[in-house]
């Protein structure tokens, strides 16, 4: 079991961290092997529980889903001591059930990104093969549901997050066959965000806001920009009260998969590890890499 302080990360809009409460706020920019992260990271406490934010796709959602740079941003959460990762994004619905403005906590995804985005820490000299079978954490998504029901919300605990390359929403053909696979939601940003976090041993749930019936719904519009900025823009104070709701029962210590993550993932004899990649994966893995 880990000792050190707890800090929580939110990545998310960029409205997230202007939270009622928040105190200590600090504006940290940070250089990464990997390259720029998305923005300056947002800390603060709130509750007496250190929180790191970071909007997505930068202030002014500057960057395409396969233009943010997951690997910098994960790296960045883990150097300023993330341990568990709440991921808040916009979805679309595949389910009649889930109308747009109520929340899911999904358990499960499908990658249906190509192969441009990055979606590992390893290579280079270093093979590693982490679990995901069960790609997010048990303990925090059900902290999560809790902290949704608690706010008000409508919340459907469980289900699959088909994530889309994008930047263009589906086709009706491409939303239907989505629907055939009985997926739950759709978007374009939580893979490879999920399998980073899981790499840096970081525990990661989501808060998926739906605002829309992607384009499958004969009796509703087709998605469009405009209406689904109107549902974010409603959804913006439920997110915040859900994170805060959650943020007094997740501290503590970690007794879940995901802080191990990486204990029997890294295959490759140590002695042959170039110096180079110590270096590079030392805030990741370094703990792993000993000779």
Known sequence: MEQREQVLGVIGGSGLYEMEGLERVEQVTLETPFGDPSDSFITGVLDGVRMVFLPRHGRGHRFLPSEVNYRANIYGMKKLGVSRLISVSAVGSMREEIAPGHIVIPDQFIDRTNATRQNTFFGN??????QFADPVCRDLSAVLE????????????????????????????????????????????????????????????????????????????????????????????????????????????????????????????????PEAARQRLDVIAGKYLCK
């Not at 000299?125 to 982490?130: E, I, K, L, R, S």
């Not at 997926?183 to 605002?211: D, Q, W």
């Not at 990486?262 to 295959?267: D, F, H, K, Q, V």
């Open 125 to 130: 000299g270093v093979v590693a093969h982490v």
């Open 146 to 273: 809790e902290a949704a029901r608690r706010s008000g919300a409508t919340v459907h605990q469980g289900g699959t997050y088909l994530c889309m390359e994008g930047p263009a929403f589906s086709t009706r053909a491409e939303s239907l066959f989505y629907r055939s696979l009985g997926v739950s939601v759709i978007g374009m940003t939580n893979i490879p965000e999920a399998k980073l976090a899981r790499e840096a041993e970081i525990c990661y749930g989501v808060i998926a806001l739906a605002t829309d019936y992607d384009c499958w719904h004969d009796s509703h519009d087709d998605v469009s920009v405009d209406a689904i900025l109107a549902i974010i823009r409603q959804n913006v104070t439920t997110a915040k009260t859900i994170i805060r709701n959650a943020v007094a029962h997740v501290g503590g210590e970690r007794g879940c998969p995901c802080a191990e993550a990486l204990r029997y993932a890294i295959i490759t004899d140590r002695a042959t590890i």
